[in-house]
């Protein structure tokens, strides 16, 4: 099976812009999950997806957002970036979808954003 | 915050057995040890997993103490390739998300 796909790998924006990233499951995986990976702060949960409905969220700005489809794929969405969000964000699916510990979360290669 | 304390950084020697030790004392009880690394700021790469018997798989082996307050992750012949932090992480009952702490940076040295 193929892995979790993620476009673009790599990104220039600067501060006030937006952006998108996209995020494609292993096929078969239902749930998908964000995170954000800075020196500072390390790894960090931003959201999660199960059948196109956020299921949990991290704490952060409402200025990040996400969705998902029907095929499972999903973007997430930084509206007027700030340098701070310069980070690599990381997608992760998995299978079950219930929200039990049991659920391995399988990570995509990520996609490094530099805000300018 | 996350709920495990590592040592921030370990040596081993190519060939031998790397032993990565992992503190969860707060653990409940039907909450899983995970474990996951992350080369050169790749995606994190998932390992194993536990509830409370030890588990083995081509990768690693996983000892989880019979109090659950502590575990080990074996990487029983450890290569270069093998150079990368390692996370371990007990993971919420409900709900999908990890909580990373700093893991341990494994450098494998020939």
Redesign the interface.
């Known amino acids: 099976k193929a892995g ?1 796909t993620q476009t673009p790998r790599y990104l220039i924006k600067t501060r006030g812009q937006q952006v998108t990233l996209s995020c494609s499951p292993i096929s078969g995986h239902r ?1 998908v ?1 964000w ?1 954000q ?1 800075t020196p500072g702060q ?4 931003l959201f ?1 997806y ?1 059948s196109e409905t956020q ?2 969220k ?1 704490n952060f700005p409402g200025r990040f957002s996400g969705r998902q489809f029907s095929n499972s794929r999903s973007e997430m969405n930084v509206s007027t970036l700030e340098l701070g969000d310069s980070a ?1 964000y ?1 997608c ?1 699916s ?1 299978s079950l979808g219930r ?12 996609t ?1 954003l530099l805000v300018l | 915050d996350a709920k495990t304390t590592q040592p921030p950084s370990m040596d081993c020697a190519e060939g031998r057995a790397a032993n990565l030790p992992c503190n969860h004392s707060t653990i409940s009880g039907n909450e899983y040890v995970y474990w996951y690394r992350q080369i050169h700021s790749q995606g994190p790469q998932y390992i194993i997993h536990g509830l409370k018997n030890n588990e083995t798989n081509e990768m690693a082996s996983l000892i989880i103490t019979e109090d659950r307050k502590s575990s080990t992750l074996i990487l029983p012949h450890a290569t270069l390739r093998d150079t990368a932090v390692y996370y371990c992480i007990v993971r919420v009952a409900k709900g999908g998300k990890l909580i990373f702490g700093q893991g341990t940076e494994l450098s494998v040295k020939p």
């Open positions: 979790v749930s999950s995170y990976q390390g790894l960090q949960f999660e199960f299921r949990n991290g690599l990381l992760a998995s929200g039990g510990s049991q659920e391995t979360q399988y990570f995509g290669p990520g490094r």
